[in-house]
């Protein structure tokens, strides 16, 4: 098995991958409502999608997540979570998993199980019905929810992952630590990104979680531990609830250190950080040949460019996104 070490002496083991670029939502925070999607041809095909996931994998990416855009609407994205699941068959690797918007959950959370998928982060910022659609412009909350009991009852492992929005959900933010943890699913809470064109302002968005954090703790005692994933994430247990509580709050450096984790778009570009445009062409060596050498190489060349932190700041005097591209070209 390979390794994969970037300058700074991080091993890279977690491969985050867009599996399309388009989504069945238009998350204010994420999209605008007019958005222009890729055209088909540039999109790699499932076949593409797996052999470059396997090349990572031989080179020592342990743990993968499909992601978007939304993984669950592209057709036949089933057959791809099976082909990747041979690998952790045959022990190359440790974890499978995705992040959804739960819209298509109730058809295929059976499958995902089977296929060996055994924990997914599903996103949902409120549990009330006419916010979730003010928020997700064309999201039903019952149909996620429903998505969510159907993983549930398929013996999928649940996070839930919710932006925190500024005079949105703010005053949700205590219930659904309850609720989550009623429920025996994790919570995550995000800041939100300067990612992309959208059409509102972020900086109105914006809510640090140093605030929600602060107000949380009225409510609950809250317990560091020492749960980690490399991420940009930092957990506490909840006292109270004794469910766990992730804070992601990019726009810190706090986690750059420890980051091993790249991302692919369903185009074949790797970023090597969320945070900066840097990015190498993984698709032009893929489509050259059918040996996977001048892949490798390009993979090698683009670890050792991955850079030591990222430049995020929400640009108060210009109001213009830190990085052009949307979260649903790399998916978070
Ligand atoms: N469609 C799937 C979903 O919504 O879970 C996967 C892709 S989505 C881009 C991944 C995560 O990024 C979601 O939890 C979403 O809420 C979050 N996200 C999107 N845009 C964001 C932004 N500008 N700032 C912070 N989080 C964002
Ligand atoms: Fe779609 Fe996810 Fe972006 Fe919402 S956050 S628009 S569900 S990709």
């Not at 977690?14 to 605008?32: E, H």
């Not at 040949?289 to 060349?301: F, G, H």
Request: net charge positive; aromatic share 6%; with cysteine.
């Amino acid at each position: 098995m390979g390794s994969m070490i970037d300058p700074y002496g991080r091993g890279i083991r977690y491969l985050r991958v867009s599996v399309t670029d388009r989504c069945d939502f238009r998350c204010v925070y994420c999209m605008a409502e007019d958005m222009t999607f890729l055209p088909k041809a540039e999109v790699l095909s499932l076949e593409e999608l797996d052999r470059l996931c396997s090349a990572f994998v031989a080179k020592g990416v342990r743990k993968l997540r499909l992601t978007g855009g939304e993984p669950l609407v592209r057709r036949n994205v089933m057959w791809l979570v099976r082909r990747l699941g041979r690998h952790l068959g045959s022990g190359a690797l440790d974890e499978l998993t995705l992040t959804t918007n739960g819209s298509q959950l109730a058809r295929h959370a059976a499958e995902l199980r089977d296929a060996g998928v055994r924990r997914i982060n599903v996103s949902v910022d409120t549990l009330d019905a006419a916010k979730f659609q003010r928020i997700t412009r064309w999201g039903r909350l019952d149909k996620v929810l429903a998505g969510i009991e159907a993983a549930e009852r398929a013996g999928l492992a649940i996070k839930i992952n919710l932006v925190a929005l500024k005079g949105v959900n703010e005053d949700e933010l205590e219930d659904m630590v309850a609720w989550c943890h009623g429920r025996g699913y994790d919570l995550t809470m995000i800041e939100t990104m300067p990612m992309g064109d959208i059409d509102g302002d972020r900086t109105e968005q914006y809510l640090p979680l140093s605030v929600v954090r602060a107000r949380l703790m009225r409510r609950y005692t809250l317990e560091d531990i020492d749960y980690r994933t490399g991420g940009p994430a930092r957990y506490v247990r909840v006292k109270e609830t004794g469910g766990r509580l992730g804070f992601i709050t990019p726009l810190t450096h706090n986690f750059c250190e420890s980051c091993n984790r790249v991302r692919l778009t369903c185009t074949g570009m790797l970023f090597m950080c969320l945070g900066q445009d840097d990015s190498a062409d993984l698709r032009a060596p893929l489509r050259a040949s059918a040996d996977d050498a001048a892949l490798c190489a390009a993979i090698d060349e683009a670890i050792g460019r991955k850079p030591k932190g990222h430049d995020f700041i929400i640009d108060r005097r210009h109001r213009a996104p830190a990085v052009a591209r949307h979260m649903s070209v790399t998916g978070g």
